[in-house]
């Protein structure tokens, strides 16, 4: 192992807005926090339910003068501690991140928030002009972009090793809603979900990976949306022609009515030297295979292992890191941020994980397919729905 | 093994255009009609160059009379005959198909052609007029799609196995021009490949496949064309949105520059009942999952094969079939159709093999993508390019 | 997710002795206990090498008085404090198990051992006894057994779902040793490691898992050990054909020295209506085949996840989960274990992790497997060996 | 395609012993043989039954006269012909191949035949000893080891690619005797099958594979045979320790009842420079390891293709080949041979084919599994069973 040091000095407080019981978001992200031992978990507002969000926090084993009942007393109450939390993790309903990161911001919390950011390209503007005024760490919760392989392929891309990207084919498909739908599935609900289903939910997510692998940008795209199941008042199944600002051509596949895939996210890239292909349901291995060579299977740990890769690997190859380690390097990463924030000067770099920027081309994404697909599914430019 | 009898009374004569050393397409024609016995390959014009031809002739062990040095004199001579060939394959570049499936119809010969069938609608049309004329058996090698498992995935969904179909993924991912191009490479040359590259010699094969097992119509298509190589002078990227006959949605993804694949054509099928998905380069294996049920592995000769998939299939479960197998089914095929016709009333029924109906719908699938593409990508009907 | 509540009412106490860095078994062990947020990790002697352990230590943010340089001073200093650890890790070489293990015992420290228990029948059947006198929990770490998958073959075999076992195919194939020896590997010397190489240190591993998951019992054994690369003075490769208590055959096969092979640990069981097969290194998923049956794929949280998979299962179907969290089911089971028997009367029953019994066993086939390949490999009794 | 020139100059004449309908072994050798054009068949003696005989023969369009009723009567009639055939194929049950085998060796016919040679280790002496003493080639069908990846294998392995070879791993796991037995398996009636079962039927397959590929022989072995299913009087699983003559180890696994299996066979070689691992399921790719390096998939066709390969390769990469194309490389190179006889010196060479010699290792490694099992899986030399 050589996991590059990333310790902060001290345990950064997270508190959480969002994930009560019985869902799985709210336990992902407090993992993720305590899993390399950055973060403690202090306090959250966990559910609109008041009942709930006891319950979740007693589970918890909180304080019971931090188990809040709704977000607002949370950020006023925390801003007034003297041993206020540092963080605060959104994973509420898409069109609730706005108000409520907002609140947190101007509070000066640095923020963690579930994509995609927001359901508008105005509020999304917003946010990011609230953060840099704020000054503080803005993360998006795109997790999948974390995992070890993918910092390995972007920095292979980066090396030129696949020599002038031509093509990039990315999918996400999986099942979850190709059952008649439930009343209370809040992904077919255009209150809590916004405009777009699938491809906000999923398919913000691969936008992202696709991006942040390649290094290249997304120009225009042609969309095709469709809700294919009856009852689904939001899309199910998106098909999309992608244009890169390098020439590159692509597509993205996004559908959550696909019996037989339960999280098949993956990303295929192919260019003059060579090609990689990553499936997110087996991420510790990913294909590479230069232009007239074999394929070669690099694994998370072995022996091509890259430096990036190698950074947010914790155990040695062979031993399966997956979703909650992907979701951990997230955590620790915008602890040694908030960390270095505190001691020095404000970096100006990228950081390694996506922040209130990505956040806002996402949301640019969204709606970009919205139109194209609104208009026979002629070509638009992202540029257009970014503020 | 339950095979089907198609077992011919005699074993029929065929005759080869095309096809000389050193290419593989002419040996795999030849093996595909020898291995189940029902075909000796006795004449043929297998090349240009009439050294390769004669050298190909007798390699093959054939009679120096019977080996032509061009398709005219070999349709004149064999019509002549009485040992004349049942039958010619067509195996040469995609320009030239109509001029020699047309002098061999003519003369009354059944036909098998390699795909496309045409390079404009106005051949393809003429091709099925006289075809229906001659009341011939004229065969399009779409050779995957006679492998056991995707005449099982048509049965099964013909069946509602599946449900009404929602969705259909599909692709023909290779990278045999990934690297420059070479001065020799025909398919590179309009002049003998026609106004379309990778989608007229691999597009057409997924195209034809998912028609097939789906047996729904594409109705319309976006596509978006491009030659991402330099050099290239023809097509050798291509994603297009589909929408079908009963408003399921679809896309198709075609690409010959992509490194570590090399002939990954796949279809995937998702209904309201059900999920398949099947891969050539394991065409043995087809994954089925019933909506809110576990994956299964369905094999060829397995417990669940189907009578359609039995019926071509040769040795047990587990000792894998492959392409020219798939090849030698079509051959088998034929040559029962082929008994048949010369022994009873003609039939009316759609044979199990594509026909020249099928090349025509390849040649409009063809030429609306490039339609498609020169327009933005608007969706354009196939049936405008149907004459 | 139905995850089973296993919560402890209190955050319980830590300290681990072993597991300074560079290594990665430290780290493991305490991400595996802060994951999901039963455990502080407060003391520890993570090395002989005082400025190793210090600095683990501090990496670890913990205070300075309980960073310990030897495992004496530690369990008498946390004797006496009123907050002292609630259980030793112990991840140190092989031979020092005991003397480290006793320590802790005889003072009332509840144990997590790593494997194997001890290198010789006498100590494993004393710290066996020093358990039962102490009345504490003493978990052994055979983490692969704890996931999820694993947990579901235990359960539908014990459910009689395979019928009567038949045989059972077990492997532990890795590459770690394939090179020429350093003089660091203390996997290569028999003061640290004791007198069984990879047999010691994989091969218990996987002779744990093929009990626990068959529920059944290896009476007897034959084995051919050998030491393939030069410099080797432990055993490197190992056959073994096994004799189940029921009648049942099988076979386990285990080496370090091959090249492709990471992690290679797996286990196929065959019954008379059925069978299951497990890769560690794709844990999420199972294949099971009910006879005459096609294969189905099982997944992590997928349809037919059992109870005892659920119980241990964090995220949803499609969202790997991997080592870490087997791990951690470990130490969650193992807290609320602890929590159990504070609030209650002593459980009979037979807990879910591996404990000091399964130790004892696993030295029992350590021996028993040097005793077979010292004389021709004719079968011995594994009975012989338990004290 | 670099496919080696190996054309006779002539169609040769093929008779065959045993493979009448419904089973599937009669029509596998004659599409072996049909396949590449080097044979016609022309005589046959199908079935003990008179009626399945004939309606075999008439399927296949035969002359009525060469459809016999009984091998004694085909291999006198067929002697005194001017148009004898060639060579006989004999696929019959194993404890009759040795009479079958001397009729056509004693005429002077070449013979290709069916694993087991025989049952009796003084049956297979004599068998070499006529066969050399006819001056003719003789064949055996191990099929498997004529696919085009094994053939690298062993390329690779005699080229010194893998070092010097430490360990081998195979086995042939099926389900075919899973369910409890039929009245009607023969395989599992010694009087058809001989004293061994599985082992004769499938183990010896592998037992040459495993020889063919290292080039290694093993000099001594353990084993543990069972008949785990009730009813069965001949082995269905096997476990076996292997020792080679150059110092290394392996194991072979055999067993006919464990669901989930098709037919899985498979080689694992690991030496001092890297491993290779292949499955005969997927007979296109193999994985190639070198040590301290990533795996690498080659493929049938590929770039790392080598020329042994390529030499039995027919259709390009990607495009599958399977059981019947490896069948048929014994066919094409037993034409060879014979023309090759015919014209020129006797060539003293080992043929790419195995020949009646490696029957008479493959009866000694049953003989010797026999022996060790009843002696409690003590060491057994192979030699002692080679008369």
Redesign the interface.
Known sequence: ?TRAKQ?P???LRLGIVGGGR???IG??H??AA????HWD?VAGAFSRNPEVGRATGR???MDEDRIYTDYQSMAESEARRPDRIDAVTICTYNTTHYEIAAAFLDRGFHVICDKPLTTTAENAADLAQRARKANVIFALTHAFSACPMVRQAREMIAAGELGKI??V?TEF???YQ??APSSGDWQNNPELCGPLGAVANCGTHVFHLLEYVTGLKVNEL?A?L?S??PGHRLDD?A?L?L?FDN?????L?N?T????????LSI?V?G?K????WW?????HM?????????????R????ASPAAQAVT????????????AFANLYTEVAAAIIAREHGPTSTAKPPFPTVDDGVRGVAFMLATLQSSRD????VALEDFIL
Chains 1, 2, 3, 4 share one sequence.
């Open positions: 192992m310790v000095k001290r345990r019985p869902g799985s336990p992902t407090r993992r305590l899993m390399d031992g978990v589970d918890w084993l031509r093509s084919a498909v999986s099942e190709a059952d042609s095709d469709a294919l199941v199944h098909t022609h244009r020439g590159a051509r692509g597509f596949w559908t009515i696909a019996p037989g895939n339960e999280n098949g295929r192919f003059s060579g090609g990689l292909e997110q349901e087996h991420p510790n294909r590479y295979t230069p232009i007239n060579g074999t394929t070669q299977i690099l694994t740990g072995g022996p091509k914790r155990v040695p190859s062979g031993h399966p890191e997956g979703y909650l380690e026979s599914s002629r070509f």
